[in-house]
């Protein structure tokens, strides 16, 4: 979730966004099929699909279509990463997790339209139930809310990745990409830089084979 606007009281990450609820269409091609969802003001990268996400999208590897998941989306925001996984592997189940509850509704409204509502399951972040487990993660993390909270969001979600799960992540090389790689490495993880384009990072990050 890494755009250019600067923090303030009432930005994306805002658990009750303060702006109007003004709508928008936003659509976008993934795999050979057209995505049309709303996006709305106070939500991340309203006005378009972000391109952090794109790449994410364009570089990663989606899901197989017989992956039974769970999959997590990471700040989900209007729902473009969730409705993909859940579109391309119709025998998972995608949490969709954000702060911001105009997102989360959004998001639910969006998976409605694709036609994957059902498995679907929006939730807040602490509403996740402790015991489950991921077999993939995908985040464009908000790295603009500063190093030491986005080190403690990935150090609470990336242990829920299932043995042998994989993390998705797309960071901006000016942002930090390289800086988060290593540090994710020192935390013991295994990273690998997947991609790079139009200056984003795609990294892929597992547990360390023992």
Same mark, same amino acid.
């Given at each position: 979730m890494g755009d250019n606007a600067p923090v303030? #009281?009432?930005?994306?990450?805002?658990? %009750?966004?303060g702006t109007a609820d @003004?709508?928008?269409?936003?659509?976008?091609?993934?795999?050979?099929?057209?995505?049309?969802?709303?996006?709305?003001? #106070? @939500?991340?990268?309203?006005?378009? &699909?972000?391109?952090? !996400?794109? @790449? &994410?999208?364009?570089?990663?590897? =989606?899901?197989?279509? !017989?992956?039974?998941?769970?999959?997590?989306?990471? /700040?989900? #925001?209007?729902?473009p990463i969730t409705c993909v996984l859940a579109d391309q592997a119709p025998a998972a189940t995608v949490y969709a997790v954000d702060?911001?509850?105009?997102?989360?509704? =959004? !998001?639910? =409204?969006n998976a409605g339209r694709i036609g994957v509502a059902d498995r679907v399951r929006v939730a807040d972040p602490d509403r996740v139930p402790s015991e489950l487990t991921f077999t993939q993660l995908w985040s464009n993390p908000p790295i603009r809310v500063g190093k030491a909270e986005l080190h403690a969001l =990935?150090?609470?979600? &990336?242990?829920? &990745?299932?043995?042998?799960? @994989? #993390?998705?992540l797309v960071i901006a090389r000016y942002l930090g990409g390289d800086s988060v790689q290593q540090w994710l490495r020192e %935390? /013991?993880? %295994?990273v690998d830089r997947h991609a790079s384009q139009k200056g984003y990072r795609v990294l892929?990050?597992?547990?360390?084979?023992?």
């Open positions: 303030t #009281g009432d930005h994306y990450f805002s658990p %009750q966004p @003004v709508r928008s269409e936003i659509e976008f091609t993934v795999a050979g099929r057209d995505y049309p969802l709303t996006a709305a003001a #106070g @939500v991340f990268s309203a006005g378009r &699909l972000d391109p952090g !996400t794109a @790449v &994410l999208l364009r570089k990663a590897d =989606l899901p197989a279509p !017989t992956d039974p998941g769970p999959f997590l989306d990471l /700040g989900c #925001g209007y729902g702060v911001n509850a105009r997102a989360r509704e =959004l !998001t639910l =409204l =990935l150090a609470r979600w &990336l242990p829920r &990745l299932a043995p042998g799960g @994989v #993390g998705w %935390q /013991g993880w %295994q892929r990050v597992t547990h360390h084979a023992d």
